[in-house]
């Protein structure tokens, strides 16, 4: 539930969940953190999976969920029509595979966004490759919605490899250290690569931004004003045992909407804090969800529906629901058009 405060620069405080309740333009925010054992000969968990609701396991049992894989963790094959994912890989592996006949293997501070558009089925696998070490796996999946205009155009994905992510690091008067990671906006003279054309994020006056904030014990930072006088943004305080936001101090994890019009000072507790913002002008207009599927009408949902029973989005090339790549495979991504990046 939300609670409203009286504070000038806090809006609303809302707990963490499973997923994060989120604000127009956003849909949808899960953190996944999963402490995945060595991998096995399949790139599974080294371990028994005995008495886990496989297919189904969202519940943590020595650290580790195994989701709707039975064999790796991850998502297996899926669809999306009308709306963006953007997954932000902060620790192990991901492997896509898609309708399109692409791939991508990517993490370790890779993002991946992808535009579902008409329609696109996908996979989403945790390899484990490491048979000596432990594999965590840590990744933000956020959603981020189309305008009805744009909720049919061609499925696309951009890979944002954490080398062209930019960082920039500022310096309380402590010595203590805030360093940001801008995966979306701008941030003292910093932008990252562009998010995919049909974007929101890539319209004018948008005003998107997705960073994650790490603060050093104590440290102080002033968070610059949004641009846009529309714009909504929401701090997601996930790490850390205290973050002050102006003059109110939180000492739960939350999802705390601010003023975005106005400069905000943060500052961390004895232990540090960690922080994902999302920001943006909303669309403001209606939604209509069921599961994966995101348009405006309902009627829209249930064509969505018929189209995906009919045409599958182009079928699926792979051989098996939960397809991985090889061990040794490295960072790369071939996308629908041929082309190949290769990151090692």
């Known amino acids: 539930m939300t609670v409203t405060m009286r504070d000038e620069t806090i809006l609303s405080v809302r707990p963490l969940g499973f997923p994060w309740e989120t604000t127009d333009p956003f849909l949808f925010c899960v953190h996944h953190d999963d402490a995945y054992p060595e991998g096995n000969e399949q790139l599974g968990p080294n371990v028994s999976l005995e008495g886990r609701n496989l297919g189904q396991d969202f519940v943590v049992k020595d650290g580790f969920r195994m989701y709707h894989g039975e064999i790796v963790p991850g998502f297996p094959q899926h669809p999306h029509r009308g709306f963006e994912t953007v997954t932000i890989a902060r620790r192990g592996l991901i492997d896509h595979s898609d309708s399109l006949g692409a791939a991508a293997r990517f993490g370790r501070g890779d993002v991946q966004w992808m535009t579902a558009g008409r329609g696109v089925v996908h996979s989403e696998m945790f390899p484990l490759v490491d048979q000596e070490r432990p594999n965590p796996v840590e990744l933000f999946q956020i959603w981020l919605n189309l305008p009805s205009e744009d909720k049919l155009v061609e ?35 910093a932008r990252p690569p562009a998010p995919p054309p049909h974007s929101w994020a890539s319209r004018t006056g948008s005003d998107v931004a997705i960073w994650t904030i790490k603060m050093e014990a104590n440290a102080k930072w002033t968070m610059p004003a949004a641009k846009g006088s529309a714009t909504k943004r929401t701090l997601y305080f996930f790490v850390g045992s205290t973050l002050a936001i102006g003059s109110r101090t939180f000492d739960e994890h939350a999802g705390i ?61 792979w051989p098996s629901d939960a397809p991985v790549h090889a061990r040794d495979a490295g960072r790369f991504a071939r996308h629908a058009d041929g082309k190949v990046e290769e990151k090692g």
Do not use: C
């Open 155 to 189: 499925p696309h994905f951009t890979m944002l490899w954490s080398e062209a992510i930019p960082t920039r690091t500022f310096t309380s008067a402590s010595g203590a250290k805030t360093e940001v990671a801008i995966v979306a906006g701008e941030l003292d003279g």
């Open 257 to 317: 909407e601010v003023v975005a019009n106005r400069d905000v000072e943060l500052t961390a507790g004895p232990d540090g804090a960690e922080i994902l913002l999302l920001q943006g002008r909303p669309i403001g207009q209606p939604v209509a969800q069921y599961g994966p599927f995101v348009m405006n009408t309902r009627a829209q949902i249930q064509q969505a529906m018929t189209d995906y029973q009919r045409t599958r989005f182009g079928g699926w090339p």
